[in-house]
């Protein structure tokens, strides 16, 4: 059995090889991160990627999601370092992080 992981292992580390219609990651490091999210933390990312400084509600309004769901998702994006929110009244002000914005600049 332990074979067959480092078979599998060794395979998903042949980053070179792209199957049709696959995005290299090496020339967008952006998709690449967007490719392995679960959908509904793409639902977040996408539009904070595409709008920058967006609020929660848009983000709300946009991925038609509820406002505990959308709050649970940016704080586990948060934690992971891939976006970072700024406190604005009532609401917060969405950013990617500084990692994704210069991949998404390069």
């Known amino acids: 059995m332990a ?20 995005i290299n990651p090496e020339s967008q490091p952006q998709a690449r991160v967007l490719d392995l999210l679960p959908d509904d933390e793409r639902r977040i990312l996408e539009p904070v990627l595409s709008s920058p400084g967006i609020t929660q509600i848009e983000l709300r309004d946009r991925s038609n999601f509820s406002k505990s769901k959308v709050s649970q998702t940016v704080s ?31």
Request: hydrophobic share 20%; proline share 6%.
């Open 3 to 22: 074979n067959q992981t480092d078979s599998e292992s060794i395979e998903s580390q042949d980053w070179p090889v792209q199957p049709e219609g696959k």
């Open 76 to 106: 586990a994006l948060e934690k992971r370092g891939l976006l970072y929110r700024e406190r604005q009244g009532r609401t917060y002000r969405i950013y990617p992080s500084d990692d994704l914005q210069q991949k998404q600049a390069n």
